[in-house]
């Protein structure tokens, strides 16, 4: 049986990568993709989630969720590498829907819904997920599992030398879900950094007449290009596709249970994600982390499942 999930995400061309696969992965069933800001605007990304299910059009339409501006404002974007509008640039048409609801809102109806059967795959800062749980304080029992693309547990930060870009955004937020009672799986920035997609990968994308092959090969090259000049890397990071393939093919990972909790003060470190790693360590566990994978079959996963999305996401309507 699909496994049941809600992807919370900030597109973000490595969101759009991830929502690629996961709109039409046979293995997962996704319930809603609810917008969030971060490498966006909050409105920007709400548009962005509706211009990607549109342009890949999935046979079973998941429900929207509207972002909302985080409490503290959103201290950065991602423009560096996603580009102004998040999505490279590119104008893609969009048909925008009116009166969608919040996505915390969202979240707490389709895992009220279906309880203890929903994983929540959060690839952006985790504001919806912190107001899901405040709003309905029962529902951390109620979820499955809340999977996090966030944090560094001994690497380097990536939007400041000690944060990660999605905790960093919003760290009260990421610190309520670190200390919420449900199940959850971290992929932090030290695994998902191994993962560099390099050029010839456009030899192994779906052809440009499929619906999938057309989107990502659109998207892709901005991201290259920004990575080049503002990373100085000859490939793209794409964490939020890792974190999904740790949900899709579990085996390709090594977890560990660790203590987590996020800084949310500092002038340095605000956002930095904390392990209690002592020898004799006195908090309690509360996460599963991602601390290895395998990292080329990882790779090759994704864009195996990139082609099975383009199967099934079915040929460009204009070339029909
Ligand atoms: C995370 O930050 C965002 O820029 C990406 O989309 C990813 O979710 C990586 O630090
Ligand atoms: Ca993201």
């Not at 048909?95 to 309880?115: F, G, N, T, Y």
């Not at 992929?187 to 192994?204: E, G, Q």
């Not at 864009?303 to 070339?319: F, V």
Request: glycine residues 8%.
């Amino acid at each position: 049986m699909a496994r049941k999930v809600i992807v919370d995400c900030d597109p973000g061309i490595d969101d759009a990568l991830a929502l690629c696969i996961a709109l039409f992965d046979p293995r997962l069933e996704v319930l809603a993709v609810t917008a969030v800001g971060g490498n966006t605007s909050p409105e920007r990304a709400t548009l962005n989630v509706q211009t990607i299910i549109g342009q890949l059009d999935p046979k079973r339409w998941p429900r929207v969720g509207a972002a909302s501006e985080p409490d503290g404002g959103l201290p950065v974007d991602g423009r560096y590498l996603c580009g102004v509008d998040g999505l490279g640039g590119i104008e893609f048409a969009v048909a925008e829907r009116q009166h969608l609801l919040p996505s915390e809102k969202v979240i707490c109806d389709q895992v009220r819904a279906a309880p203890h059967q929903v994983t929540i795959v959060a690839l952006g800062p985790l504001t919806n997920i912190a107001r899901a749980f405040a709003r309905d304080p029962e529902l951390p029992t109620l979820v499955d599992r809340v999977v996090m693309m966030g944090g560094t547990v001994s690497g380097p930060g990536n939007i400041t030398p000690a944060a990660e870009f999605n905790i960093y955004c919003d760290p009260v937020s990421a610190r309520a879900v670190f200390r919420a009672h449900c199940t959850k799986t971290l992929v932090p920035l030290d695994v998902t950094n191994r993962a560099v997609l390099s050029y010839d990968l456009f030899n192994r994308l779906p052809e440009e007449n499929t619906r999938i092959g057309y989107f990502v090969r659109q998207v892709l090259p901005p991201a290259f290009r920004a990575h080049r000049q503002n990373l100085g890397l000859e490939g793209i990071h794409v964490h939020d596709t890792v974190a999904l393939m740790s949900v899709i093919h579990p085996d390709l990972f090594t977890t560990r249970e660790m203590a987590g909790d996020v800084e949310t003060q500092g002038d340095l470190t605000m956002g930095m994600t904390v392990f209690d790693r002592r020898r004799v360590p006195s908090w309690r566990r509360n996460m599963e982390v991602a601390v290895e994978m395998r990292t080329e079959e990882v790779v090759d996963a994704i864009i195996g499942d990139l082609a099975t999305a383009a199967e099934y996401a079915g040929p460009r309507l204009a070339d029909l």
